[in-house]
């Protein structure tokens, strides 16, 4: 029986995380060159991790399934990065950052953990300005902020719209520096197929060479994974095309619990969905909500008229235009948390009002920002997003209001850790967006960058180091053991398994079905029966998949279809997962909406009593019920409030 | 709308490769030019045949992943723009598409249009990074920056690294890639300690590695979906020559 | 040298071909001012003049021997470069991208290399037969008739032909050159950068024209009489 235990640090809240480095164990340099770290993921997380690991002076083998490591998805991040500065002396603080994550995410994440996380924020942008990441600056040299959904100061670190990128490369500098130096080995092109569990911790991991098809075994004394979130469950999503949950989800099969999967966020200020060949969905950076305002016709018959071509937004009158989430929610207006102003946007168009040719948009407009403040100052701010947005859609931002309309983003269902980031499997540790952590039931624009840098820069460095205290005296691991031969020998199977099949259908027909009945029914809106119908559908799309699915080629040299059957192969369990988890789940929170719980006003209803706690799932078999654990979650440094954006 | 592709391909880096003939109808205008090619693979894959590989990631124009020489340019008919970002409705009146892989000699196709661009990241592992580790730096307002060299900075850095300036060089040079980087440290406070000897180690490591000379032409300025400016180049140059006059002499 | 040229970065190659290809622009500056001799003053005394100074000024005559080595180095940098970028795209595209840069650029080897065949005919009609030719006293001093020798060589209708075609090839080497040079260098600015490239328009056009117009005035003229 698996027991969850957090290990958070005894302590008031604010010394915990130096207790905790002042009590850690700390590995002697000659002996650090003696161990051995497997990272898998190069984004934020991984780079930042395996970078500072070499900086240490362990052996690290770090593996990504780019042609670089600089092409993970955290580099598409647009918007920023938060740190408790307080630059402005606008009120900030950590405590205020630490308040603001836990009451955007709903009061669904573990207070350690988010105290730590906006404790460590400054030393983030300190770190990332040395390594010469080119900041926004003012006139007078100092860097500039930007202020951000869910929060009421200006606590945003941004490079134009790039900062992802920015703090990527950023990281793929320090790495590029370790691999120079020895510290680091890259294995680019290699997906990890299985980890491999020997004596009950994890000891090395399987790839695969996707490029010449080979299965290769890697040992090392640990292995952490950051290998992102599983937006792509949905097939559209704002992830990358390669973006996917495999490492998770084999992990979560070799016994890492696997923590609120249903707890997805869906993101207001997309790119709606053109048609049916559609292969993913473009984010407009949330920043875009600081200067752009947010309506739909306030009268049925406009709306008609516009979708049907016959009206354009312009020819609107002010009087006739709902900016809704400004009547909703007067304190906030536009910058109300991701998840509410999702679900508003999906509500009016559910009632009638969304414009553009599928009735399924809303308008991010411009022209009051641009009249108060001039076309230039908008085209320094948002010049690329709205170049972005013309070459998509054809239609110019400067001109039309922009259309809008959520899209799947970001998971905070991840794999469960301690406050070490160390899974359920003993040196197993999971990281960045891979972890379920810090964002509760939905994470704050602009706290993804910061979490994925926390973890890589400041918190893995101090406890992996921790962990391999006592493994100074382990040798390093043979390759050729019954345990990496057995962990080979599973992944041949399944791989000729799904080759085997030779069925009529692509992998994409049914990743399209799988995203559809997620889209549907594990999506913005979620009921009883709702859930158990996608479980039914997919468990049968699951079973038609192990039989239809059409793989050409064999194991050898490159083969595409072969890498997203298997993909997929996981997001079939995963999706039925993430379905039981919402099911179980019977409260709205965050990003986790049930329609059967919710206020007179259509607000989230949280029922603190019975769901307070994080929801791990033990792996049991596959077309078994998992075991729900449940962590409870204590606020001792905060009071447990209702949400309200609206005063 | 209706087109004639005319593909390379090429089974893996041994093998030699040619170009085949496709045909794929009813595409919509809105879609991607690699939605165009999604349409074309499932149809290969169902005639079991093996679909064409491309390096593919974000689709928003940012990782550097996606690298097809469409017609003639890379990145295809428009310009600051990558492939995955073009839609169909600019090929109106186009009936065939020629689509290759990026050719360079440091640029090695691996399969069908993709190719490998580790010479990239070797550049960048010889010095194209500020040497700062993990902890112990100084608060980020202590280092002034003046707004205009910080954005120029940033234009530089806005480099994806996805090699279209090389694919578009007679010469296959990769000079405006290194130029970027070196010009994003360069035209900082924190990378100016090791800016003289940075563009020496790069300059180096971008030679072995079997680009061409830059011969100004200034193709990979048209073709770059960043907008990346020559005179990152001349910038590179001149912090080469101060390297040269100032540095002591080197081990490369 | 030759031991370590092979060695220089490319970008030390770059920009040894710069600064050599200005040191050569102003040897063609210099050639076209003694050329116009010819034009301001037919019966050639001025000319001679000036071709004696040239012959005679111990100054000018070791510039010589940088000007010979400036040639060398710019063309064996030049080749050494251009094979260098052949070897670098081993396998060319189906569909060669010919938009979007200057057209000049493109051809700076081709161009070259028939400036460089002009430059050794050029070199064997008056250089050699200067140094170790026959060359007639002009009137009644003690100076070479170069003049005379020029206009005898203007007079044939197939060299004046050639001539005029390199030297237009030579104004689109230079268009591209002067102005490539300076980016070589590191010099590559908002506001000047437009004027260089001016600078390089007008100068590749006035020396290609320069000597063109002495060519053809030459070679149309009854005043010159070979």
New interface residues.
């Given amino acids: 029986m698996i027991k969850l235990d957090p290990k958070i640090p005894k302590g008031p809240l604010a010394e915990k995380w130096t207790n905790y480095k002042s009590a850690q164990k700390l590995v002697n340099p000659a002996n650090k060159r003696k161990l051995e770290i497997i990272v898998v993921g190069t984004g934020l997380a991984g780079a930042a991790a395996a970078a500072s690991f070499g900086e240490l002076g362990f052996k690290v083998k770090l593996f990504g399934i780019h042609d670089s490591p600089r092409r993970a998805h955290s580099i598409a991040a647009q918007g920023g990065i938060n740190a408790n500065k307080n630059y402005r002396n606008d009120g900030d603080s950590t405590y205020r950052l630490f308040y603001d994550t836990i009451k955007g995410g709903d009061y669904r994440s573990r207070e350690a953990n988010v105290y730590r996380l906006a404790e460590v924020s400054g030393d983030i942008i300190d770190q990332c300005v040395a390594q010469g990441v080119p900041f926004a600056r003012e006139y007078s040299g100092y860097l500039d902020n930007r202020s951000f959904g869910g929060a009421l100061v200006s606590r945003t670190f941004y490079a134009k719209g790039q900062t992802g990128q920015q703090l990527l490369l950023g990281a793929y500098g320090a790495l590029s520096k370790e691999i120079h130096n020895g510290s680091v080995e890259m294995f680019t092109r290699q997906e990890m197929l299985d980890v491999v569990i020997i004596d009950g911790r994890a000891r090395g991991i399987i790839t695969k060479n996707l490029i010449t098809g080979e299965i290769e075994r890697h040992a090392a004394h640990t292995v952490v994974i950051a290998t992102g979130g599983y937006g792509n469950v949905f097939f559209l999503s704002t992830n990358a095309m390669n973006s996917n949950a495999s490492a998770v989800w084999r992990i979560y099969k070799r016994g890492a619990l696997f923590a609120n999967p249903s707890f997805t966020q869906i993101h207001p200020t997309c790119i709606p969905v053109h048609g049916e060949s559609q292969s993913k969905l473009t984010l407009m950076s949330e920043s875009l909500r600081n200067d752009g305002r947010i309506w739909v016709p306030r009268k049925k018959e406009d709306a008609e008229k516009i979708r049907k071509g016959q009206m354009k937004p312009v020819q609107i009158p002010e009087a006739d235009r709902d900016y809704y989430l400004e009547r909703r929610y007067p304190a906030f207006g536009n910058l109300v948390p991701r998840d509410v102003a999702s679900r508003a946007a999906k509500e009016r168009c559910d009632a009638g009002f969304g414009v553009g040719t599928t009735g399924l948009a809303v308008y991010l407009d411009f022209a009051d920002s641009i009249k108060r403040l001039g076309r230039n100052v908008i085209e320094e701010r948002y010049g690329n997003l709205f170049q972005i947005y013309e070459k998509i859609v054809d239609d110019n931002p400067y001109e039309t209001p922009m259309m809008i309309y959520p899209a799947v983003h970001y998971t905070m269902g991840g794999i469960w850790v301690d406050y070490e980031l160390q899974t359920t499997v003993t040196g197993l540790f999971a990281a960045g967006e891979a972890n379920f952590s810090d964002h509760g039931a939905n994470r704050l624009g602009a706290s993804a960058l910061m979490q994925g840098l926390s973890d890589g820069y400041f918190v893995l460095p101090y406890t992996v180091q921790s962990y391999l205290a006592d493994q100074i005296n382990v040798p390093k691991f043979k390759t050729n053991t019954p345990e990496f031969d057995a962990a080979e020998k599973g992944v041949r199977d399944e791989l000729n398994k799904l080759l085997g099949i030779k069925g009529k259908q692509t992998v994409d027909t049914f990743h399209k079905k799988l995203g559809r009945i997620m889209w549907d029914y594990v999506g913005m809106g979620r009921t009883k029966e709702g859930l158990e119908k996608a479980i039914k559908m997919i468990k049968e799309t699951r079973d038609e998949f192990w039989k239809d699915v059409k793989i050409p080629g064999d194991l050898n040299g490159k083969n595409a279809e072969l890498e997203k059957a298997w993909r997929l192969a996981d997001y079939l369990e995963l999706g039925e997962l993430m379905a039981r988890d919402a099911l179980v789940r019977e409260e709205s929170c965050g990003g986790h909406f049930r329609e059967e719980y919710q206020t007179p006003d259509a607000e989230a209803l949280r029922d603190d009593e019975k769901f307070m706690f994080v929801g791990a799932w033990e792996f049991t078999g596959v077309d078994k019920e998992p075991v729900l654990h449940k962590e409870p979650l204590n606020y001792e440094y905060i009071e447990v409030k209702t949400r309200n954006y609206k005063e | 709308m209706d087109f004639t592709l005319k593909i390379w391909r090429q089974k893996d880096a041994k093998t030699r490769g040619s170009f085949q003939t496709y045909k794929v109808t009813d595409i919509s205008s809105d879609s991607s030019f690699l939605e165009m090619l999604d349409i074309l693979n499932e149809s290969l894959v169902l005639k079991g045949e093996m679909p064409i590989n491309f390096d593919n990631d974000c689709r928003e124009g940012i990782c550097g992943a996606c690298s097809l020489y469409v017609n003639g340019r890379p990145h295809g008919p428009d310009t600051e723009i990558t492939i995955c970002q073009v839609h169909m409705r600019k090929f109106k009146n186009v009936g065939t598409i020629v689509i290759e892989p990026w050719r360079s000699k440091a640029f090695p196709v691996l399969s069908d249009l993709m190719i490998d661009r580790s010479a990239f990241d070797k550049i960048i592992q010889a010095g194209g990074y500020i040497s700062a580790s993990t902890g112990g730096v100084p608060d980020a307002n202590a280092i002034l920056i003046r707004k205009e060299k910080a954005d120029e900075s940033m234009d530089a850095a806005a480099c994806i690294g996805c090699g279209a300036c090389v694919a578009a060089c007679k010469n296959a040079s990769a000079m405006l890639f290194v130029s970027a980087k070196v010009s994003h440290l360069a035209l900082l406070p924190q990378g100016q300690v090791e800016a003289k000897r940075r563009v020496q180690m790069m300059v180096a490591e971008m030679d072995g590695q079997g680009f061409g000379n830059c011969t100004n032409t200034g193709a990979c300025e048209a073709e770059c979906p960043k907008g990346i400016k020559l005179t990152y180049i001349a910038r590179m140059n001149r912090e080469f020559i101060a390297g040269k006059m100032g540095a002591q002499k080197m081990d490369l | 040298m030759s031991n370590s040229i092979l060695q220089y970065?490319?970008?030390?190659?770059?920009?040894v071909m710069a600064l050599v290809g200005l040191f050569l622009l102003m040897f063609l500056l210099v050639h076209l001012a003694v050329n116009s001799f010819l034009i301001f003053d037919p019966s050639r005394a001025l000319f001679n003049e000036g071709a004696h100074f040239m012959a005679t000024n111990p100054l000018i005559q070791s510039m010589q021997y940088f000007l010979f080595g400036g040639f060398i180095l710019h063309i064996i940098l030049g080749l050494i470069?251009q094979i260098?970028?052949w070897?670098?795209?081993?396998?060319?595209?189906?569909?060669?991208?010919?938009?979007?840069?200057?057209p000049f650029?493109?051809f700076?080897i081709h161009t070259g290399i028939i400036i460089f065949i002009f430059l050794l005919i050029h070199f064997i009609n008056f250089f050699f037969v200067a140094k170790f030719g026959e060359v007639p006293v002009f009137a009644d001093t003690e100076m070479e008739d170069m003049g005379l020798l020029v206009i005898q060589v203007f007079k044939i209708p197939g060299y004046v032909a050639f001539y005029v075609v390199a030297l237009i090839l030579l104004a689109f080497h230079l268009h591209?050159a002067f102005q490539?040079a300076?980016?070589?260098?590191?010099?590559?600015?908002?506001k000047y950068?437009p004027f260089i490239k001016g600078l390089s328009t007008v100068l590749s056009v006035v020396i290609s024209l320069g000597f063109i117009a002495i060519t053809l005035v030459i070679f149309f003229s009854s005043r010159y009489q070979a």
Wanted: overall charge positive; charged content about 15%; glycine content about 4%.
């Fill in positions: 970065s490319s970008i030390t190659k770059k920009i470069l260098q970028n070897l670098a795209r081993p396998v060319r595209y189906k569909i060669e991208g010919w938009s979007h840069t200057s650029s493109k700076m591209h490539s300076f980016q070589s260098l590191g010099m590559n600015h908002s950068t």
